[in-house]
């Protein structure tokens, strides 16, 4: 019966001897086992106490059990219940709820980081302003200007923390409105016009076909095409062209169907190989401190994945060092049903 069962499963007669294995637990740990003592196949003082506990108690109990192997740990919440005379152990993998609860600290630990920062200098510009700096106009002046600045930034980490939980949220709701792409892409190019000025940089909308429609959430859309254009205005080079491209519809066999390719193409310093795989974990930076200087968090490209998989897209990111980087979204053109 026991070998019917996915999970590894253990049964210790009343000799303490091991009565029953099936092809998980041989597979977790190892083979002839049966007429061994459990302690030789065991190993872990926590689990021996309690097999002894449960046999002498006749109550249940839940125990964890740790597997090494040279690549990582494996943890096993490990229910040990009698019956009869048996004592009958399973063993559920817990690794994928450990993974989780570690992507959550990690998460909030970086949050708070990020947050901590600004909220330190802020701190240290009112105790000046309060102090030493308190009669000195052209001071108060300079400090105010910079405590706006810090305080920006905080506010746009909240914004794309926000943005980026309801893009989660609703990441299996197909989009359903129209959108038109010209109209979109220009959109979101004069959004950044200030900024390109600024880092002296000439956006150019190159077009394929006059006007465009897909299935999708215009104001994701125009999140995606501004985050990427804002990453080639900031990562790009000064005096340079970013050229996006709208492509004419073709069938792409990413999308197993008809779809348009929209590309942001900059002549930056492009991207090593090893890090394009990661661009689009949160808070992933390349040049953490350079990204920091031009108001980056890192959670740009995070949303923008989980935008284009909403919209059933591919995210494609191609670089060379020295020359550029070339981000390309490939969206379906057609309903999907
Ligand atoms: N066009 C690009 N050229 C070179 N590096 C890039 C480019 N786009 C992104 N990167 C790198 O990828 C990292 C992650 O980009 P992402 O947009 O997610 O975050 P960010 O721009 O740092 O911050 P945010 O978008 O949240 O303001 C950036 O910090 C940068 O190092
Ligand atoms: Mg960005």
Redesign the pocket.
Known sequence: MIAAIPLPVLVIGPDDRIRATNPPLERLLGTGLIGKHHITALRQPGIIDAIAAVRSTGISAKVRFVTRDHEKDTFYQVVIALSDADVVLSFEDQSAAEDVGKMRRDFVANVSHELRTPLTALLGFIETLTGAARDDPAARARFLGIMAHEANRMT?LVN?LLSLSRVEEDERVRPREQVELTGLLAAAIKGLEPQAAAADVTVRLETQVEHLSVPGDAGQLRQVFG?LI???I???AAGKELVVTLHAPAHHLRLRGQGVQISVA?Q????APHHIAR?TERF?????H??REV????????IVKHIVNRHRGRLLIE?ELGKG?L?SVLLPVESLS
């Open positions: 746009r794309d985050n804002e990453n080639g900031k990562y790009g900059d930056g310093d492009g991207i661009l992933y930076r390349v040049d953490s350079r990204s108001g980056g968090t890192g959670l740009g490209l995070a670089s980087t981000v």
